[in-house]
């Protein structure tokens, strides 16, 4: 029978690593063994101890010794693909800073240099809690969502062997919490929508573009990215005819009188583009820049229509919680529904309809177009108004 051999003295006093039978050093932690490398090289079982001992230490699984993505590197990579689509106008400014502001929260969390196959459930639990501090229901579940996006990219572009995993924990809040929260904000701040009043008070006030904006978010539920990118060619007539930025559905709507005057004269005084590839649009800055744009670094949005109408609604002393521009399109919804026909108002919303009509419908009469824009003419412009609040 072989005679064992005689295990090593440490190198040193302090050396972390004890000798172990089957020739490697190795070191009990939380209760178990783990082998670090063989007795004839110290050095390197002690260099692999320290890379895997924080990971040892929280009860995780250490990553293998390779070279794989980091976290850094894939939001990089992910904002940098995401980029193109903002160039390219496939996707708004509004929703890159979105993805920006969530892997910033990712790096932050995960830690720049930690790789990505490493991360683990608890990981992600973790993370929930710790965004959801100070945050709505609907924050937590946008953030969710990108974070889902970012880390599916991963394997969607082959940056990982395999799917992450995220537990069970890791989801979106409920539809009833959402519900119960969004009730709770309106018995504080009000329904998320201006009175009639409101309305023509804005108007009266509103320099001619602004007058313009206003007319076409509440004649036909435009948001401000539609409006930053509403070329002079989708006006047909009393008709507008432009698909709606967010979701590419084609719409036709009806335009008011006092809303093509309105427009026809913003157009009159719009100074001359920047940008020759924005001379064809219906609004410009002062200094014939969009109104709704990236910020030169490419990480941030600037939006004229917001920033000025907050202006607006400082001065007439009408700023409440949860009131900006995009509020009107929130307006026109909720009045425009009250006209009985809501295939006509969601055509005008440019809202997606998966429904099985959905598929089937090839278009909508312009009568039931007419009727939905001139049920809310009615409401914003008659001398009686129906209560909201």
Same mark, same amino acid.
């Given at each position: 029978?072989?005679?064992?051999? *005689?295990?090593?003295?440490?190198?040193r006093k302090d050396f972390p690593l004890g000798a172990a039978n089957n020739g490697q050093w190795c070191r009990k932690v939380r209760g178990k063994i783990h082998y670090f490398g063989i007795w004839s090289n110290p050095d390197a079982a002690e260099a692999e101890y320290l890379r895997q001992r924080e990971y040892l230490q929280a009860g995780r699984l250490p990553p293998n010794n390779r070279s794989g993505i980091l976290i850094n590197d894939l939001c990089n990579r992910f904002l940098n693909s995401k980029r193109g689509l903002v160039a390219s106008?496939?996707?708004?400014?509004?929703?890159?800073?979105?993805?920006? /502001?969530?892997? =910033?929260?990712?790096?932050?969390?995960?830690?720049?240099? %930690?790789?990505?196959?490493?991360?683990?459930?608890?990981?992600?639990?973790?993370?929930?809690?710790?965004?959801?501090?100070?945050?709505?229901?609907?924050?937590?579940?946008?953030?969710?969502?990108? =974070?889902?996006?970012?880390?599916?990219?991963?394997?969607?572009?082959?940056?990982?062997?395999?799917?992450? %995993?995220?537990?069970?924990?890791?989801?979106?809040?409920?539809?009833?919490?959402?519900?119960?929260?969004?009730?709770?904000? *309106?018995?504080? +701040?009000?329904?998320?929508?201006?009175?009639?009043?409101?309305?023509? #008070?804005? @108007?009266?006030?509103?320099?001619?573009?602004? %007058?313009?904006?206003?007319?076409?978010?509440?004649?036909?539920?435009? &948001? +401000?990215? /539609?409006?930053?990118?509403?070329?002079?060619?989708?006006?047909?007539?009393?008709?507008? #005819?432009?698909?709606?930025?967010?979701?590419?559905?084609?719409?036709?709507?009806? @335009?008011?009188?006092?809303?093509?005057?309105?427009?026809?004269?913003?157009?009159?005084?719009?100074?001359?583009?920047? /940008?020759?590839?924005?001379? &064809?649009?219906?609004?410009?800055?002062?200094?014939?820049?969009?109104?709704?744009? =990236?910020?030169?670094?490419?990480?941030?949005?600037?939006?004229?229509?917001?920033?000025?109408?907050?202006?607006?609604? #400082? #001065?007439?002393?009408?700023?409440?919680?949860?009131?900006?521009?995009?509020?009107?399109?929130?307006?026109?919804?909720?009045?425009?529904?009250?006209?009985?026909? *809501?295939?006509?108002?969601?055509?005008?919303?440019?809202?997606?309809?998966?429904?099985?009509?959905?598929?089937? %419908?090839?278009?909508?009469?312009?009568?039931?177009?007419?009727?939905?824009? +001139?049920?809310?003419?009615?409401?914003?412009?008659?001398?009686?108004?129906?209560?909201?609040?």
């Amino acid at each position: 029978m072989p005679k064992a051999k *005689q295990k090593p003295a440490k190198p040193r006093k302090d050396f972390p690593l004890g000798a172990a039978n089957n020739g490697q050093w190795c070191r009990k932690v939380r209760g178990k063994i783990h082998y670090f490398g063989i007795w004839s090289n110290p050095d390197a079982a002690e260099a692999e101890y320290l890379r895997q001992r924080e990971y040892l230490q929280a009860g995780r699984l250490p990553p293998n010794n390779r070279s794989g993505i980091l976290i850094n590197d894939l939001c990089n990579r992910f904002l940098n693909s995401k980029r193109g689509l903002v160039a390219s106008h496939e996707l708004s400014g509004r929703t890159f800073r979105a993805y920006h /502001d969530t892997c =910033t929260e990712v790096v932050d969390h995960f830690g720049s240099a %930690r790789p990505v196959d490493d991360c683990r459930p608890d990981d992600f639990e973790s993370f929930r809690a710790k965004a959801s501090n100070g945050r709505g229901p609907h924050a937590i579940a946008k953030i969710v969502t990108i =974070t889902r996006m970012v880390f599916g990219f991963a394997f969607a572009s082959e940056l990982v062997e395999k799917p992450i %995993r995220f537990g069970p924990s890791f989801a979106k809040p409920s539809g009833k919490s959402m519900r119960l929260h969004r009730a709770r904000k *309106q018995e504080t +701040n009000g329904l998320r929508m201006f009175e009639a009043s409101e309305i023509r #008070q804005l @108007l009266e006030a509103a320099s001619p573009q602004m %007058r313009a904006l206003i007319l076409l978010a509440a004649n036909a539920g435009l &948001g +401000n990215t /539609d409006l930053a990118n509403l070329p002079k060619s989708a006006i047909k007539g009393h008709w507008l #005819q432009f698909p709606r930025v967010k979701t590419g559905i084609d719409r036709r709507i009806p @335009l008011w009188p006092e809303t093509l005057a309105a427009l026809e004269l913003a157009i009159e005084k719009r100074p001359r583009a920047k /940008d020759p590839a924005d001379a &064809g649009l219906c609004f410009l800055t002062r200094t014939g820049g969009r109104l709704v744009r =990236t910020t030169p670094n490419g990480n941030g949005v600037y939006d004229w229509v917001s920033k000025t109408f907050c202006t607006l609604l #400082q #001065q007439l002393g009408m700023k409440r919680p949860g009131l900006g521009f995009y509020a009107l399109r929130h307006g026109f919804e909720t009045i425009c529904g009250g006209c009985g026909d *809501q295939v006509a108002c969601s055509a005008i919303m440019g809202h997606t309809d998966n429904s099985m009509s959905g598929l089937y %419908r090839e278009t909508i009469d312009d009568e039931r177009l007419l009727k939905a824009v +001139n049920h809310v003419h009615a409401w914003l412009f008659s001398a009686t108004e129906r209560v909201t609040r």
